[in-house]
């Protein structure tokens, strides 16, 4: 996937790391997908996760994210 971004010239973004309590396990979302979601539910995206709600792929609760989010870039 990180290659057919790079063969497409966009830039990458990073992604989040975020927790399941119930799994107890930690994934990661890029922040293009946390965007989309952003978008598709408040209109609006940026470097913030106090409003977008990210659940686990396994279980469906909803989990934390480990980290703080970066400065607003736009």
Same mark, same amino acid.
């Given at each position: 996937? %990180? %290659? &057919?971004k #790079?063969? &497409? @010239? #966009?830039?990458? *973004? @990073?992604?989040?790391? *975020?927790?399941? %309590?119930?799994c =107890? &396990?930690? *994934?990661?979302?890029?922040?293009?997908?946390?965007?989309?979601? #952003?978008?598709?539910?408040? @209109?609006?995206?940026?470097?913030?996760l106090?409003?977008?709600?990210?659940?686990?792929?396994?279980? @469906?609760?909803? /989990?934390? /994210?480990?980290?703080e989010p970066?400065? =607003?870039?736009?």
């Open positions: 996937m %990180k %290659k &057919k #790079q063969e &497409k @010239g #966009q830039e990458d *973004f @990073g992604s989040v790391m *975020f927790y399941c %309590k119930r =107890n &396990k930690t *994934f990661d979302m890029e922040w293009e997908t946390i965007w989309d979601m #952003q978008e598709l539910t408040h @209109g609006y995206v940026g470097y913030h106090y409003d977008t709600y990210i659940c686990c792929p396994d279980c @469906g609760e909803l /989990a934390e /994210a480990l980290e970066g400065p =607003n870039p736009f």
